[in-house]
T-cell receptor
Framework: ETGVTQSPTHLIKTRGQQVTLRCSSQ?????VSWYQQALGQGPQFIFQ???????GRGNFPPRFSGLQFPNYSSELNVNALELDDSALYLC??????????????FGPGTRLTVL | AQTVTQSQPEMSVQEAETVTLSCTYD???????LFWYKQPPSRQMILVIR??????QNATENRFSVNFQKAAKSFSLKISDSQLGDAAMYFC??????????????FGAGTILRVKS
């Protein structure tokens, strides 16, 4: 148990809809990253938030957006869902400190199915 | 751009024996971090072991050790005395030290490890 939680566990949407996934970071963690993991593949970096600002983004279109709140919880929003968006979405949080070696702690993920 | 390759989609090991999972990566950087993560059926990604590229000494964590060959860009994971609880998907991951990339991890495609009793 890492202390990082995600909701919901599973979600089914239809193509064209919008979805919001939530992540609650481990206490004291001020950096959160989101990843998309398609079935049978490794996770792909979507973006990262630090102190409520996006400060790193992977190769994902603008319809993938996020928010980080003062309590360091976070949301991933996906608009105009496509079938290929079906995947496990993971969030990972990292603690304070200057060292970039700090471990990231992953949540259990949200399984999104787009029909 | 950095890439990570895991050439073994699936591996099997007998309980109590040793298994080695392979990973190669491509980068033009000289300083970076490498990681092995374990993802059991519960889906929670768990850090197994990490290696700083500037350290020549191979990292070890109990039954887990790595063989880090920087020149060959190879980073294999050895699991000794395999246990049933080691069965999972294992991912090799790379992280740059460049600040503009933040905490971005670049993952390989993963290796499924099956442990036979």
């Amino acid at each position: 148990e890492t202390g990082v939680t995600q909701s919901p566990t599973h979600l089914i949407k239809t193509r064209g809809q919008q979805v919001t996934l939530r992540c609650s970071s481990q206490s004291g963690h001020n950096t959160v990253s989101w990843y998309q993991q398609a079935l049978g593949q490794g996770p792909q970096f979507i973006f990262q938030y630090y102190r409520e600002e996006e400060n790193g983004r992977g190769n994902f279109p603008p319809r993938f957006s996020g928010l980080q709140f003062p309590n360091y919880s976070s949301e991933l929003n996906v608009n105009a869902l496509e079938l290929d968006d079906s995947a496990l979405y993971l969030c990972a949080s990292r603690g304070r400190g200057e060292s970039s070696y700090n471990e990231q702690f992953f949540g259990p993920g949200t399984r999104l199915t787009v029909l | 751009a950095q890439t990570v390759t895991q050439s073994q989609p699936e591996m099997s090991v007998q309980e109590a024996e040793t298994v080695t999972l392979s990973c190669t990566y491509d980068t033009s950087e000289s300083d970076y971090y490498l990681f092995w993560y374990k993802q059991p059926p519960s889906r929670q990604m768990i850090l197994v072991i990490r290696q700083e590229a500037y350290k020549q000494q191979n990292a070890t964590e109990n039954r887990f050790s790595v063989n880090f060959q920087k020149a060959a860009k190879s980073f294999s994971l050895k699991i000794s005395d395999s246990q049933l609880g080691d069965a999972a998907m294992y991912f090799c991951a790379y992280r740059t030290l460049r600040a503009e990339y933040g905490n971005k991890l670049v993952f390989g495609a993963g290796t499924i490890l099956r442990v036979k009793s």
